[in-house]
């Protein structure tokens, strides 16, 4: 069965400092993955995905992830943080043949201080 | 376009009552998701729909929950009765055809029981 670890339950980090938030998932073939961010009191927003090709992906506001079949990993990174970024952050993982259901991670709340 | 439309966006209501939630998919969108947050269990989905029929509703957490999607721009999810652990934040998402396609997620209700 799939399943989605985020090991990080809470983040904090200082405005301007890198970032790189974990997730590690269980899936016997390619995953369908993707990062979605909750900001308070909204709904899910996606900041990317990965179904296939480079291995690199690029997302909104600055966000990539970087798949590593050999880790079973999708980590979120950026290079710079900005305040705005404090939110929720949920990794998920689809099947790749129907990516109708998405198993979403317990998520990371992420802390900005100035 | 609105993005997904749920309402109400705040529900309080006493145990043993019935609460109805609204749900409208984006414009073309042909699948449709509901989903539970809470803190406890994070994101549950509890049912998805593709071209108004339902699909998968293994998450529906008992027979007091019921969910109907009557056309391509309506689904309601009701509870009847309502307890105390139902309160949580319940989340509509909508997705286009097309494989791989993220979805999109509406507000959410919070919902409370007392």
């Known amino acids: 069965a799939q399943s989605v670890t985020q090991p990080d339950i809470h983040i904090t980090v200082s405005e301007g400092a890198s970032l790189e938030l974990r997730c590690n998932y269980s899936?016997?073939?390619?995953?369908?993955l993707f990062w979605y961010v909750q900001s308070p009191g909204q709904g899910l927003q996606l900041l990317l995905k990965?179904?296939?090709?480079?291995?690199l992906v690029q997302g909104i506001k600055g966000f990539e992830a970087e798949f590593k079949r050999s880790q079973s990993s999708f980590n979120l990174r950026k290079p710079s943080v900005h305040w705005s970024d404090a939110a929720e952050y949920f990794c998920?993982?689809?099947?790749?043949?129907?990516?109708?259901?998405?198993?979403f991670g317990t998520g990371t709340r992420l802390q900005v201080f100035p | 376009d609105a993005g997904v439309i749920q309402s109400p966006r705040h529900e309080v209501t006493e145990m043993g009552q019935e609460v109805t939630l609204r749900c409208k998919p984006i414009?073309?969108?042909?699948?449709l998701f509901w989903y539970r947050q809470t803190m406890m269990r994070g994101l549950e989905l509890l049912i998805y729909?593709?071209?108004?029929?339902?699909?998968?509703d293994s998450g529906m957490p008992e027979d007091r929950f019921s969910a109907k999607m009557p056309n391509a721009s309506f689904s309601t999810l009701k509870i009847q009765p309502s307890e105390p652990r139902d309160s949580a934040v319940y989340f509509c998402?909508?997705?286009?055809?097309?494989?791989?396609?993220?979805?999109?997620f509406g507000p959410g209700t919070r919902l409370t029981v007392t």
């Open positions: 998402a909508s997705r286009s055809p097309g494989q791989g396609d993220e979805q999109y």
């Open positions: 899936y016997g073939a390619t995953p369908y």
């Open positions: 990965y179904f296939s090709g480079d291995t």
């Open positions: 998920a993982v689809g099947r790749s043949y129907n990516t109708d259901k998405l198993i």
């Open positions: 414009s073309g969108h042909n699948s």
């Open positions: 729909f593709n071209n108004n029929v339902p699909i998968d």
